[in-house]
């Protein structure tokens, strides 16, 4: 794992790397289930592994509720109505899906994902101002991030969101047995 020096946050570096890191091997899939079962916001996810990883130290809960109260509209009345008109289109929508339908969910994934980077400046923005006040190792500090995440939007830490979490951090270069100890202790 690289890590770089810290700097004012850039909203352009969160969006690249939560881009890579959401491609990696099985991190898609853990979000999505994180998502689905917790009610997780990916970028927020995906927020805590990027600012320890570029060596800003580790994000408190505080921060993380900053954070969520600064997307808390946008999310609710622009990201997650997309998202609930895109999978409504994949389930057939009281029809069979069809070339139509198909491409017009496709469309909506767009502008989804449009409003996902909205979302991910809107994040950068509001934690600008985060100072590195709990300064770590880009192992430790990517770890407790995710913790304090949870944390702060009352995600439970059972069984299956710890595993769903490891398989995150080790998305993120953790390696496996020091990404599962992030979460035990917990």
Known sequence: MRVRQASRPSERA?????????????????????????????????????WGASGRGRLSVAAFGRARRALAVWNRDVVHALRRVRRALK????????????????????????????????IVTA???????????????????????????????DPANRRALVAVAVGAGLDPAVARRAFRAT
């Open 127 to 157: 934690l600008a101002a985060t100072a590195q006040r709990m300064p770590s190792a880009p192992a430790s500090a990517i770890g407790a991030s995710l913790v304090a995440y949870c944390r702060s939007a009352g995600i439970a830490l």
């Open 14 to 50: 969160f969006a690249r790397y939560a881009f890579r890191l959401y491609g990696r091997a099985g991190v898609a899939r853990a979000c999505l289930a994180l998502q689905d079962r917790a009610g997780a916001d990916v970028n927020l996810v995906l927020l805590a592994c990027w």
């Open 91 to 122: 389930a057939g929508a009281g029809a069979r899906p069809n070339a139509g339908s198909d491409a017009l969910r496709l469309r909506i994934l767009a502008a989804e994902l449009a409003a996902e980077r909205i979302a991910q400046a809107r």
